[in-house]
């Protein structure tokens, strides 16, 4: 399978032209063994981040698979479980250290 170099389309190994925009195809210059544009349905939406942050591994996951086909919402899946980690290393502790002093200074009068 081939692809088109002007619009992408696949290509049949056995073409001369292109079936979606009739543009000739050479087997030296004209096509890509892949596709030469990424896919025109990566939005990059701020869900994936929330998706990330609230389940950072399927998040890395997505990151991993679509860092090639959906470069936009791979970063969002990224950036998102990243937060996530960031978060449960640095604030929560955090939090816990600063509750603890507030507990040991605090004395109950009986």
């Known amino acids: 399978m081939r692809y088109c170099s002007s619009c992408g389309a696949e290509v049949q190994d056995y073409s001369s032209y292109c079936p979606k925009c009739g543009s000739p195809v050479n087997s030296n210059a004209n096509y890509n ?10 939005s990059g939406s701020a869900w994936w981040a929330v998706l990330g942050f609230l389940f950072p591994m399927i ?15 791979a970063k969002m899946a990224g950036i998102g479980a990243l937060a996530c980690v960031i978060f ?10 600063i509750a603890m002093i507030v ?8």
């Open 88 to 97: 449960s290393v640095i604030i929560i502790p955090a939090a816990f250290l």
């Open 103 to 110: 507990a040991s200074s605090t004395s109950i009068i009986v």
């Open 59 to 73: 998040g890395l996951i997505l990151f991993i698979v679509w860092m090639d086909y959906k470069p936009n919402s």
């Open 33 to 42: 063994q892949q596709r030469p544009y990424p896919n025109t349905y990566d």
